[in-house]
């Protein structure tokens, strides 16, 4: 399971930095709105993890499942969240403050509230993506075996 949730967490970290490379590039990266593309690249990578899950284990347990996407979605933002902190703090300084200065905020502004706020949001979306898929995946009770569970 370790294996499964690693290997698909640093693939989502990857094509994040990728992504956000490429927007680098075009110098779209200033634009919060199409950070909105992320929680495409989480879910499919939560996605693809929990399948691969699935279909390697004998039985599909909800909870294993479910610490398989969430761990997954955890690790790709704790990546993802150092490679910007090194981006923010070494690379491109003014990136956080431009960043900042859209957002309208009347008070002394610091780069860490930039920081933290893309580890709530990939935490968040990690948490609801993977409730979200396992209502997909789960085993359903409404077959002649789940049945038995009921009174």
């Not at 690249?41 to 499942?65: C, P, R, S, V």
Request: charged share 15%.
């Amino acid at each position: 399971m370790f294996k499964i949730y690693s290997r698909y967490g640093v693939l989502i970290a990857v094509v994040l930095i990728v992504y956000f490379l490429l927007l680098k590039l075009f110098g779209l990266h200033e634009y919060p709105v199409l950070s909105a593309a992320n929680g495409v690249i989480y879910g499919a990578g939560i996605l693809l993890a929990i399948k691969k899950y699935k279909a390697d284990a004998g039985k599909f347990d909800y909870a294993k499942g479910f610490e398989v996407g969430f761990r997954c979605g955890a690790i790709a933002t704790v990546i993802f969240t150092v490679f910007m902190a090194l981006y923010i703090f070494e690379l491109d300084t003014e990136f956080a403050q431009n960043i900042l200065d859209s957002w309208n905020l009347n008070f002394n502004k610091g780069t860490l509230i930039l920081i933290i706020s893309i580890v709530i949001m990939g935490i968040s979306t990690s948490l609801v993506l993977t409730l979200a898929f396992m209502q997909l995946l789960k085993d359903s009770w409404n077959t002649p075996e789940g049945k038995r569970n009921t009174m």
